[in-house]
C-alpha cells in the first residue's frame, strides 16, 4: 500500500471495501475484459515483491536456500501456483528436519590429579527427536574411550546451547545415565538454566548433579557458578583436545 501512497492503516480498510464493492457489483463487467489484460494487472501488482537482488547472497551465503526457491518457482510454473508454494514449503520443512539431525557436540578430556579423568561434551543446539540417535552415539563414544581404563572418570555435559530438550531426549538421556551409574561413571551437568531444569527433572532422577548457568543477578560466591563457567571455558578449547 506504501507504493500506492497509503500513510496509514485506514488504506487497508479502503483498500479492501473497493475490492469487495467491486465483486459485488462489477462482475459482470470485468467478464469482458481480456485474460492477457488481467494477467499484465497481476504482473504489475506483484512486480515490485520479487527481490531477484536477494539470490546473489543467498548463492554467496547458504546455497541450500536456493533449493527451496527453485523448487517453489519451477513447480509454480509447471503445475499451478497453489501446489508450487505447498511443495516448496514442504522442501523446506524437510531441509530444516535434515539440519536439526546434524548436531556437531564438541568435548574435551583432560586428567586432573587428584580428581581423575573429565570429559566434558558440549551440546551445540537444543535437543530433538531428529538429532537424539547422533547425539546419543556421540555420548556412547566418548564413554567408552578412555586415557586409562584405571583413572576414575567423570562425564560433564555442558548444557551453555541448550534451552529445551524434548520427551524422547529425556528418555535417551536417562537410559544413558543409568548405563553410566551401573559402570561406576560419574556424570554431571553444567550451565543449565533454571526452566532447562525444570524440564530435565521431570524424567531424570532427582538427584543428579546440576549447576547452573550464571545470570546477571548472581554474585561470584557460588562455588557452583564459578566450577560452571570454568567448564565451560576448557570446553571452548577444541575438540578432544587432553589435557594431563
Known amino acids: 500500500m506504501s507504493a500506492s501512497g497509503g500513510k496509514t492503516q485506514f488504506a487497508n480498510f479502503f483498500n479492501g471495501f473497493v475490492i469487495l464493492i467491486a465483486l459485488s457489483l462489477l462482475m459482470p463487467t470485468f467478464y469482458y475484459i481480456p485474460k492477457s489484460v488481467l494477467g499484465a494487472v ?48 514442504l522442501v523446506h520443512l524437510l531441509l530444516l528436519a535434515h539440519e536439526a ?21 558440549r551440546a551445540d543446539r537444543n535437543l530433538y527427536f531428529p538429532s537424539v540417535e547422533r547425539f546419543r552415539q556421540e ?31 529425556l528418555k535417551m538421556l536417562k537410559a544413558m545415565l543409568s548405563s553410566w551409574e551401573k559402570g561406576g561413571e560419574k556424570y554431571s551437568f553444567v550451565n543449565v538454566s533454571v526452566n532447562l531444569e525444570k524440564n530435565m527433572l521431570s524424567v531424570l532422577p532427582a538427584g543428579i548433579n546440576i549447576l547452573h548457568a550464571p545470570t546477571d543477578t548472581d554474585t561470584g560466591d557460588s562455588e557452583d557458578m564459578e566450577e560452571a563457567g570454568a567448564l565451560l571455558a576448557v570446553s571452548i578449547t577444541g575438540k578432544d583436545t587432553q589435557h594431563v
Open 101 to 121: 539431525t546434524r548436531t556437531k557436540s564438541s568435548y574435551v578430556r583432560y586428567k586432573k590429579q587428584g580428581v581423575g579423568e573429565r570429559i566434558i561434551l
Open 42 to 89: 497481476i504482473i504489475v501488482a506483484v512486480y515490485s515483491m520479487v527481490e531477484l537482488d536477494e539470490i546473489l547472497p543467498m548463492w554467496r551465503g547458504r546455497r541450500i536456500e536456493l533449493i527451496p526457491f527453485g523448487t517453489t518457482f519451477f513447480f509454480c510454473l509447471l503445475i499451478n501456483i497453489e501446489y508450487g508454494i505447498l511443495i516448496g514449503a
Open 139 to 169: 555420548l556412547g563414544k566418548i564413554s567408552s574411550e578412555s586415557i586409562d581404563d584405571a583413572t576414575p572418570k567423570t562425564i560433564i555435559i555442558d548444557m551453555s546451547r541448550v534451552s529445551e530438550i524434548d520427551h524422547t531426549s
